[in-house]
């Protein structure tokens, strides 16, 4: 997978952070590091060095008590097709 999209519904965070698990299961940062300037107008799509995973996670830093998020979208990368011999 190489991309997630966030759509905020109501009081979007002040920041985001994708994650993604190693193959030890720990939690590493994805290449797209902290993003920024969110709002509810309009989804974002967080793209990001190609990882190979069983579980993201998207962190979220509200200046407020809540943030409510509407959905998050997981792109993966189309499978690669095998040629014939």
């Given at each position: 997978m190489d991309?997630?999209?966030?759509?905020?519904?109501?009081k979007a965070a002040q920041s985001l952070k994708v994650q993604f698990q190693d193959a030890s299961g720990a939690w590493q940062d994805t290449s797209a590091g902290t993003i920024t300037g969110l709002t509810t107008a309009a989804p974002v799509t967080v793209r990001f060095d190609p990882v190979t995973t069983r579980g993201?996670?998207?962190s979220f830093v509200t200046t407020g008590s809540f943030t409510k998020v509407a959905e998050v979208a997981i792109d993966r990368l189309p499978r690669r097709?095998?040629?014939p011999c």
């Open positions: 991309a997630v999209t966030v759509t905020s519904a109501e993201i996670r998207v097709r095998s040629r």
